[in-house]
């Protein structure tokens, strides 16, 4: 391994000896390269990992030497510090803190008893700073910037929100929460890392933190502040936290009331479709309307006729009959659960998701009391009917047919559209592996052919080796940069593994330092090759 001008570079050593590239910047991993094949397919590969273990390794070693040389400063500094008079300390302090605006804002924060109109404008100036710090002309926070910029409004968080909080400075403590929150959700910034969300997330606990400790009156102003904010307060997402604060955490009567109008809105424009849609909460996630409207009113203290009304009359929403599926089956009730499942596969009929989850729900029913006829016919309507992810509703299905039986399901699956995405899987599993081939060459996928060049090279080497040939001989025409050259380096390599591969690998090398003698690129990853 050594180090370059962006991070570090590396030979690793494996079934070949791979390349491995490692970018930094700011100590923090910007991006990574492999040239082996499990890599090019876009994925992080274990020669990766064991070059950063490496470099951790060698990072302990320097960050051990560096804590020691701390200790002896930090103890040389309370040696000397400890005998110099107060006064002069005080004196040092004030002289720092008048220099570093940081650090007065943290004095006045920490030690005053209340916080001045211009002591707020302060710390309000802070949070300008930091973007100010961290932005460009624009006022754009780019990549390399942007964990700098969230960890420095984390820490102003921390340090000043909370002092706030801890001095029961409520309304306050409220108001710089805000202006961060209102900072980071109007920041043009990239997010890539989801720095944002990070510091909503953490504004959204001090608001919860507040809210516990606020009076009546100041959580009324809270609930009105949430409730009134302009619909472009912060960009896109961001605005999402406030509509679920305004719907998650207040509970007092008159706000749970107000939350019950907002969500009969949402409800009433539903109509009769059987799906009335969710509220997408950033903190809590997705969350049913009609659910919600329940526990709403469970918090309001109706009464078990009053809810139970109201759910038959909203019966007509799948949340409402998956309801009552999840308490028929907690009660044991299948032959009542059985019939909500019917019902529902039919009302839903539009929604192929919700219509396979009541299958699947039907198939462990009947297994689990042993209606084996039942059992069959629904398998047969979840493999046919509904999509086939894995091969696991298949395999149960061939357990209850007789060899001639699967044998006619068997090519059904294999043309049935519900199961074109376990096609290959099932070949597999049915060891029809001429036809597995057959169906990824007709395919053209070179990658599904690595998925299953295991055991295809066992049985047919020759066709294997001839369309991986096929393969670079095609794609030389159109790559035209390093790393694609490297893709088909892996390829020719592979090749050479199999029966009179290697003669095959040297004249397709000997042929391209022909045509593309005037590819530089390609004609080193040749040589790096071995070719």
């Known amino acids: 391994?050594?180090?370059?001008?962006?991070?570090?570079?590396?030979?690793?050593?494996?079934?070949?000896?791979?390349?491995?590239?490692?970018?930094?910047?700011?100590?923090?991993?910007?991006?990574?390269?492999?040239?082996?094949?499990?890599?090019?397919d876009g994925n992080y590969c274990k020669h990766m990992a064991a070059v950063l273990y490496e470099i951790e390794e060698k990072s302990a070693q320097m960050t051990s030497e560096?804590?020691?040389?701390?200790?002896?400063?930090?103890?040389?500094?309370?040696?000397?510090?400890?005998?110099?008079?107060?006064?002069?300390?005080?004196?040092?302090?004030?002289?720092?803190?008048?220099?570093?605006?940081?650090?007065?804002?943290?004095?006045l924060t920490k030690y005053v008893d209340k916080i001045s109109p211009v002591q707020m404008n302060r710390l309000k100036q802070e949070v300008e700073m930091i973007a100010w710090k961290y932005s460009d002309r624009s006022g754009y926070v780019d990549y390399y910037h942007a964990m700098d910029y969230v960890h420095d409004l984390e820490a102003f968080l921390d340090e000043n929100v909370q002092n706030l909080i801890d001095k029961k400075l409520i309304m306050q403590a409220f108001e710089l929460t805000n202006e961060v929150f209102h900072m980071v959700g109007n920041q043009d910034i990239d997010d890539s890392d989801g720095g944002t969300t990070w510091i909503a997330n953490s504004c959204y606990e001090y608001w919860k933190q507040i809210l516990d400790q606020a009076t009546d009156e100041q959580r009324?102003?809270?609930?009105?502040?949430?409730?009134?904010?302009?619909?472009?307060?912060?960009?896109?997402?961001?605005?999402?936290?406030?509509?679920?604060?305004?719907?998650d955490e207040f509970h007092d009567t008159s706000m749970l009331l107000e939350k019950l109008r907002m969500l009969d809105e949402l409800i009433e424009r539903a109509g009769?479709?059987?799906?009335?849609?969710?509220?997408?909460?950033?903190?809590?996630?997705?969350?049913?309307?009609?659910?919600?409207?329940?526990?709403?009113?469970?918090?309001?203290?109706?009464s078990e006729n009053e809810i139970n009304e109201y759910r038959t009359k909203f019966r007509h929403f799948s949340a409402i009959r998956e309801l009552e599926i999840k308490e028929y089956l907690d009660k044991k009730a299948y032959d009542k659960a059985i019939e909500v499942l019917e019902e529902s596969k039919k009302l839903d009929k539009e929604y192929a998701g919700l219509v396979s989850k009541y299958s699947e729900q039907l198939i462990q029913i009947y297994h689990k009391t042993g209606q084996q006829e039942d059992y069959k016919k629904e398998l047969i309507c979840q493999v046919f009917?509904?999509?086939?992810?894995?091969?696991?509703?298949?395999?149960?299905?061939?357990?209850?047919?007789?060899?001639?039986?699967?044998?006619?399901?068997?090519?059904?699956?294999?043309?049935?559209?519900?199961?074109?995405?376990?096609?290959?899987?099932?070949l597999e599993f049915e060891e029809l592996y001429d036809r597995l081939l057959k169906t990824i060459v007709e395919s053209g996928s070179i990658y599904t052919l690595d998925q299953y060049e295991k055991v295809?090279?066992?049985?047919?080497?020759?066709?294997?080796?001839?369309?991986?040939?096929?393969?670079?001989?095609?794609?030389?025409?159109?790559?035209?940069?390093?790393?694609?050259?490297?893709?088909?380096?892996?390829?020719?390599?592979?090749?050479?593994?199999?029966?009179?591969?290697?003669?095959?690998?040297?004249?397709?090398?000997?042929?391209?330092?022909?045509?593309?003698r005037r590819r530089p690129a390609m004609m080193d990853e040749l040589r790096k090759a071995g070719f």
């Open 1 to 40: 391994m050594e180090r370059t001008g962006t991070g570090y570079k590396a030979t690793v050593e494996g079934s070949y000896d791979y390349e491995v590239e490692v970018e930094i910047y700011d100590n923090e991993i910007v991006d990574m390269f492999c040239d082996c094949p499990y890599a090019e």
């Open 66 to 107: 560096v804590r020691e040389n701390s200790t002896d400063i930090k103890t040389e500094l309370e040696d000397v510090i400890k005998n110099i008079d107060e006064s002069e300390v005080r004196n040092i302090l004030l002289e720092l803190a008048l220099k570093d605006d940081s650090l007065q804002n943290q004095i």
């Open 220 to 247: 009324d102003q809270m609930f009105q502040w949430f409730k009134g904010r302009p619909q472009n307060y912060v960009i896109d997402y961001m605005e999402d936290y406030i509509s679920d604060f305004l719907m």
């Open 272 to 302: 009769d479709k059987t799906d009335c849609g969710s509220l997408y909460s950033s903190y809590y996630g997705f969350e049913n309307i009609i659910l919600k409207r329940l526990q709403i009113m469970k918090e309001l203290n109706y």
């Open 385 to 426: 009917s509904c999509r086939q992810d894995n091969l696991e509703n298949v395999k149960l299905l061939k357990a209850t047919c007789d060899e001639e039986e699967w044998c006619t399901y068997r090519e059904q699956i294999l043309n049935s559209n519900s199961c074109l995405g376990i096609k290959f899987r099932f």
């Open 456 to 516: 295809l090279k066992k049985k047919f080497p020759d066709i294997v080796r001839d369309t991986y040939v096929n393969y670079v001989r095609k794609h030389a025409e159109s790559v035209c940069d390093r790393k694609a050259y490297k893709g088909l380096m892996t390829y020719l390599k592979k090749i050479t593994k199999y029966p009179d591969g290697r003669g095959k690998a040297d004249q397709i090398a000997k042929e391209w330092k022909v045509i593309y």
